[in-house]
């Protein structure tokens, strides 16, 4: 599901209406019937609520017209307000405008910052607001008169749907360009915007739903500029092949997690068994010698390998031969296996002479922070690295604040630099490909702030790219069933009480999820 900026927008649009043929007083009827489709949902007692509808002058204030007028044919109480004069109104919008008056309905006029004084208690003692002042047309702050309506519709309290975006967001950026809107949903017309899906920009937008307005799907796609799309559970489901009833395990995929220190022998195992949970058919971990006995006393479904270790428990320097030697389709390393020179060593031998994919977390980047530029791909030899933010940071030589608020350029300049594929976990993670593409990933909750989610992560990318033979369509499946394993089970274990083995074993009932073989949960963003 690809997200939109202003301009692509504009050209989707142009694109219907002057190529294809379909009308634009067409597209806007759509828009505003969409939206009151999205408000019958969400409000089950919409009938019983007053609705004030506050539109602009331009075509946003003319869905919102449509709004109205649809909520009166569902027999809804509906106040129309115009922040501007009527006289200013063009186009589309102006004939839905004049269409209201021709029913009767009284359009009333604020022009001024005395209008909205004598007018604001009809609207701010309402019970539902539509908020149609601004869609993606705007590019600087509110001022005047309408930051003064934003500020007192926010402090109202009243519940507001806001039509495309919530006004005083630009569609070209997901920070907060000045005062906006705070909604309760917003129906977003054919295709989500940057500001709807990263924060902070997308904590004033409260539930999304994506109106199909008529605008097809082919022209979306082929709109040109950046490509950056929404991690959608149709596409994801594409991608979960049934098996076939004569096949065996040597045809999922064999995994070889290089993992594990004294002291964190756990996270070898939970990458293990993220792998063994998204489907690999072999996994192997292979840890320091004295680590072994705990990483397979933890699980008897995976094997495991000794590896020549240091004093303190760290992988040797000579282990990367043995490892090598082992055979697999992907190599995941890094979880636990700690910062020594036997580290380094090992990565970036792995980087040089490996012949199978590679992924990159934890202390397999860390070691490589001083250089980066060893992290890249080779020609059949795919990279993946899936730092959380200080690692990032780290590989960017950039204050992690910086990572945070650029999240999508932070991914999208290393993974095209380097021509490797990032996975940058956190909040809305994002996964970036050598080719600029992005996904950005709308599953998960804050439960999964716990140690070891992460490596649960590296070995489901592991697992999935071994089956599908895809590094980008790996990183986005993983991803996407992390983050719905983690709403499966912050929903039975609660936020707090959640931890990354909870996490891994709702790894199935994911998959079942998206395959429609049950109802998906309720995650509260995007329809």
Known sequence: MRVLNAAQMREADRFTIHEIGIPSIVLMENAGRQVVAAMEATFDDLAQRRVAVVSGRGNNGGDGF???????????????????????????????????????????????????????????????????????????????????????????????????????????????????????????????????????AETRCGDLVIADIGIPSAVIAEVEGPDIEVLAREDMRDLVEPRVADSHKGDYGRVLVVAGSLGKSGAAHLAGMGALRSGAGLVTIATPRSVLPMVAGLAAEYMTEPLRETREGHVAEDALDRVLELGADVIAVGPG??????????????????????????????????????????????????????????????????????????????????????????????????????????????GMATGGTGDVLTGMIAAWFAQLLDAEAACRLAVYLHGLAGDLSEADEGAHAMTAADLAGHLGDAILEVTARRSPPNQGRAS
């Open 66 to 200: 449509v709004v109205a007028r649809t909520l009166l044919q569902r027999e809804v109480e509906v106040s129309v307000f115009l922040i501007g004069r009527v006289a200013d109104v063009r186009g589309d919008a102006r004939q839905n405008l004049e269409i209201l008056g021709r029913l009767g309905v009284t359009v009333v006029e604020i022009g001024n910052e005395q209008d909205w004084e004598l007018h604001a208690p009809s609207i701010t003692s309402s019970d539902l607001i539509v908020d149609a002042m601004f869609g993606t047309g705007l590019s600087e702050p509110l001022a005047g008169l309408f930051q003064t309506v934003v500020a007192d519709i926010n402090g109202s309290g009243v519940p507001v749907v806001a039509v495309d975006l919530p006004s005083g967001l630009s569609a070209d950026t997901h920070e907060l360009i000045g005062d906006c809107i705070t909604a309760s949903l917003t129906v977003t017309l054919a295709a989500p915007k940057l500001p709807l899906v990263l924060s902070p």
């Open 337 to 446: 296996l700690g910062a020594g020179p036997g580290t380094r060593h090992l990565v970036r031998g792995l980087l040089e002479r490996s012949g199978v994919p590679l992924v990159l977390d934890a202390d397999a980047l860390n070691v490589l922070a001083e250089d980066p530029s060893e992290i890249r791909g080779r020609d059949g030899v795919d990279v993946i690295v899936t730092p959380h933010p200080g690692e990032m940071a780290r590989l960017l030589d950039i204050p992690v604040d910086e990572v945070q608020r650029n999240r999508v350029a932070a991914a999208r300049g290393f993974a095209t630099a380097h021509q490797v594929y990032v996975v940058l976990k956190g909040y809305r993670t994002i996964v970036a490909s050598p080719d600029g593409r992005v996904g950005i990933n709308l599953t998960g909750n804050p």
